[in-house]
């Protein structure tokens, strides 16, 4: 027995020993901590929320209705998701200052903080797109030329070809999108704000959404220079044509009257 008893042991058990004891913390943090980061996300989120809430009935329920299912003085938020509250309330356009044809952009009245617990709010009243990454919108390296040809096929017959802006039906615009934040951008193709459009994932992908907003900040950044000196507001033809008439127009009638007057004085003599 005493033989037995002192049989020497495998030289790879102490190996196996402490790989099953490294497998059993693993277990327990695989366990326990993952569960406590996920109970502390729920419980941020939820917090945001109960705070977007407030925010909500203070500021938007009067048009929206107190669950955002909507009045006759403002739509349903139920579905429009994150991305919608961010680009509205951080443009400044919501909380509207009166009804009107088209909410225009103006300094917003709520920290980022306080969007964010909006947008929360916002977004647990149903499924609808989330606010974008910064990796999602960031132009560096997108292909400018191919956002311009994006840009004139889907945005130009409102925004006009350099996004100038320009005019709609019955009181509402396109509004120019010079030197646009570009997560703005994003966002306003992902949920089509007032009379734009909707452009989701599946009808323009996010690497072309990338390319449009590289081609806004190339002819519309605060840096873009016009190489062709003064360009009129950027609308075309039109501002050309109006140039034309107004002042080289009169600029030739006065001349012929001026070549009239010292002919007839002329003549006098």
Known sequence: MKKLSARRRHPLAALVVLLFALAATGGLYAAFAPADEAKADTSAQSLAIEEGKKLFATGCSSCHGTGGQGTTDGPSLVGVGAAAVDFQVGTGRMPAQSPGAQAPEKPPIYTQKQIDQLAAYVASLGPGPSIPTEE??????????????????????????????????????????TDVEPKYIYEAMLHGPQNMPAFPDSVIPPEQKREIIAYLQEVNGKDTASPGGYKLGGFGPVAEGMFAWTIVLALLICVAVWVAARTAKARKS
């Open 136 to 177: 999602q919108y960031d132009p560096s390296g997108a292909d400018m030329a191919g956002g311009g040809e994006l840009f004139r096929t889907n945005c130009a017959q409102c925004h006009n070809f350099t996004g100038q802006g320009g005019a709609l039906t019955n009181g509402k615009y396109a509004p120019p999108l």
